[in-house]
């Protein structure tokens, strides 16, 4: 699959930083799924291609395209949404050879494959020129990007297509992704086209995924594709089908502009590279265009399509897609989901922007102290073009200095610790994940706080509290029916509550549960594939808040508190989780001349006591006048034992 570097900018905000949207892929070149191609059979492909030779229009003739050749009405703007590996890029891959917009021989295999967690997830669009019955095609491909943690930004890349392809793996059948991908193209009024893929694997049976599709979807099978990515077979009738399946944009050249964003990146030459679709009206070179979200005004320095790369057309109208440069410096003012219009013409925005909103947060300390500075350089250059990170200093009185950081979700949290490990070699300390809880006071006002530090004391809320909410998500769990009382279990013991359950077909089961969103961001994927061997698949949207009896633990250690272990529970796991911390931290922190007290509290109540004795009885401990309020000197080393290793799985109840 094609896949762009984006280099986030930064936007300062007081104190914070407010990094843009969009965490996407890293690479600012072409990707094409090298690990396929020593299996394909090239012979049957090429073969295939040659006998489309005579439909294609190919690189070379692109130069002689004219875009106004293009009115809506021959236009397709789709995208291809399946679960993680059912062979969404391969397909992708497959069509642009088979529109000559790649070539397939060999020398497409070097690649840029600098980063495979970050290629994931890019959201890549590609214009692809195709003569079907006579007519000449613009079909437009955007790809939308496979994690739960990024649905926003999928249903985003979604409004800016009138259908998509909905890729089933014929071995592997109805996954979680596969249902919430279906529903937020369905949601956005697409039309779906069903597509069965893998078909030559041995263990295949694309009966049952049809019977699945048919349940599950009430979609109409009575044509669907059954193709192989890989060996290309039945892949030349994917796109006669977007055509006549696919309506075409039904937007009005002559109507006031309005332009969609749908992605962004940062390139270092140029600036902040935006992708839109022209809903109404013409957009050009020169063009002054305001964003209806800020409000600020750009000039449009360069526009065209994506073929694969940027192809300079000097203009785009209405129901295409391609790549707009403007004047824009910072990626953090490409907002996905923002409107654009003419200076002079203002008109209403597309609905549905929301601006960005981080929902796991975690502090990030540098091992070594005296690597802040290189350590700031390194955070501020990856999050330059992440317009979904949020990033505040912190200081922890047992850390140092550090950085507060908000993440669309664990998996992005994941990349960026990858990314700070492998690209900046730097050694950090991630705290606890925490989500955003929300406080609301009787004066009717609320207050988020997305750092343990900052949860009041008991004391403080007394009078003022009307009630304490936590996010949740609703999840959607598809698994084999044996492992239906383990996963039971375990959505019960992380606070989860049944919402429905329903059989997909003799020994599949889809459950429903909402779930706290703090319960599934430490282990839960991991301790759903281990306890369902791999078989259950998971994937969530966001449920809002609910009030919820939450409380803020406090680690003490000879009777001071350490911020950075500070956490915030429900009180249903407060003993549980005291006891465990308790003992952990008894494990990891070594003996001192004196006795180390470890106590996990609760609003001044103690909840667990541990005690590591004095290294040996002697007379530097009466030196020290056995007081046990001294500071100890909580080595690091502790602390990334216990954060790496220890506090992760401690909230089961
Ligand atoms: N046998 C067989 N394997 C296929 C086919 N299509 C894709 N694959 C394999 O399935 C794996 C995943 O394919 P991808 O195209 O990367 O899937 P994806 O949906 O893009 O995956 P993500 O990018 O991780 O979301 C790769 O190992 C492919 O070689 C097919 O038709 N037959």
């Known amino acids: 699959m094609i896949s762009r570097a984006i280099f986030p900018n930064i936007k300062s905000l007081n104190n914070t930083y407010i990094i843009n ?8 070149s072409l990707y094409i799924s090298k690990r396929l191609r020593p299996y394909i059979n090239y012979d049957n492909w090429i073969s295939l291609q040659k006998k489309n030779q005579s439909s294609l229009s190919n690189l070379q003739n692109i130069k002689n395209i004219d875009l106004s050749k293009f009115p809506a009405e021959n236009i397709r703007n789709f995208s291809i949404i399946a679960h993680v590996d059912h062979g969404k890029s391969t397909l992708a891959d497959r069509l642009l050879e088979l529109t000559g917009t790649i070539s397939s021989n060999h ?94 694997l041995p263990a295949a049976e694309p009966d049952r995924v049809i019977n699945q599709v048919e349940s599950t979807f009430e979609l109409d099978t009575s044509e669907i594709s059954l193709i192989s990515a890989k060996s290309g077979l039945g892949v030349d009738k994917i796109l006669p089908s977007v055509i006549e399946k ?10 006031p502009l309005k332009a969609f964003l749908f992605d962004s990146w940062y390139d270092t030459y140029v600036g902040v590279i935006c992708l839109m679709e022209i809903v109404d009206g013409k957009l050009q070179k020169g063009d002054k265009i305001v964003s209806a979200y800020s409000e600020k005004m750009y000039e449009v320095i360069d526009i065209g399509i994506m073929h694969p790369e940027q192809f300079t057309t000097g203009y785009l109208h209405a129901g295409q897609v391609g790549y707009v440069v403007c004047s824009m410096k910072v990626a953090a003012e490409a907002h996905v989901g923002d409107t654009f219009y003419h200076i002079k013409n203002p008109v209403d ?27 700031d350089e390194s955070i501020t250059k990856l999050t330059l073009n992440d317009a979904s990170v949020s990033i505040q200093r912190e200081t922890s009185m047992a850390l140092g200095q550090g950085w507060r950081i908000g993440f669309l979700g664990t ?60 996010p949740m998500i609703l999840a959607t769990i598809i698994l084999p029916e044996e492992y239906m009382g383990s996963i039971i279990d375990l959505c019960g013991s992380r606070r989860g509550e049944q919402i429905e359950y329903n059989y997909m077909d003799e020994s599949r089961v889809i459950m429903k549960y909402s779930i706290p969103l703090a319960e599934i961001v430490t282990d839960f994927h991991d301790e759903l594939k281990s306890r369902s061997s791999g078989y259950a698949s998971f994937d969530y949207e966001d449920m809002g808040y609910q009030i ?16 950075a272990l500070a956490t915030i529970l429900h009180r249903s796991q407060v003993a549980n989780v005291g006891r465990e911390w308790a003992k ?55 602390f990334y034992d216990f954060l790496s290793k220890g506090s992760g799985t401690s909230k089961k109840k």
């Not at 949207?21 to 600012?28: A, D, G, H, V």
């Not at 890019?122 to 437009?140: E, Q, R, V």
């Not at 696919?246 to 109507?255: A, E, R, W």
């Not at 597309?350 to 960005?356: D, Q, T, V, W």
């Open 21 to 28: 949207r969009s965490l996407k892929c890293i690479t600012n």
């Open 107 to 200: 020398s497409h295999q070097q690649v840029l494959d600098k980063l495979n967690v970050e290629r994931e997830r890019g959201i890549t669009t590609c214009s692809m020129f195709y003569k079907y019955k006579d007519k000449d095609y613009l079909l437009n491909l955007i790809d939308t990007p496979g994690h739960v943690d990024f649905n926003y930004e999928v249903s985003r890349s979604l409004v800016a297509c009138q259908g998509t392809i909905l890729l089933v793996d014929a071995s592997q059948g109805i996954q979680a992704q596969t249902v919430a991908n279906f529903f937020l193209a369905f949601n956005e009024g697409l039309t779906i086209i069903p597509v069965i893929n893998k078909i030559d």
């Open 246 to 255: 696919i309506p075409p944009p039904s937007g009005d050249v002559n109507k």
């Open 349 to 375: 925005p597309l609905p549905g922007f929301e601006p960005a909103k981080s929902m796991v947060f975690a502090g990030v300390f540098p091992i070594d102290t005296n690597e802040f500075n290189r350590l």
């Open 411 to 470: 998996l992005h949290m994941d990349v960026f610790k990858q990314r700070l490990e492998e690209e900046h070699d730097a050694n950090v300390i991630i705290t606890q994940p925490t989500v955003p809880y929300k406080i609301v006071y009787r004066d009717g006002t609320a207050k988020l706080i997305r750092n343990p530090t900052e949860f009041p004391e008991p004391m403080e809320l007394q009078n003022k509290l009307s009630e304490l909410q936590e």
């Open 548 to 563: 919820s009896d939450i409380v803020k633990m406090n680690v003490l250690i000879n009777k001071k508190p350490v911020d």
């Open 584 to 638: 952990k931290l008894s494990e990891v922190i070594p003996k001192q001349l004196y006795e180390v007290i470890i106590q996990t509290t609760i609003g001044g109540k103690v909840i667990a006591r541990e005690t590591i004795p004095a290294m040996r009885k002697n007379v530097t401990a009466k030196c020290y006048g056995g007081d046990v309020t001294r500071n100890i000197e909580l080595p690091q080393k502790a």
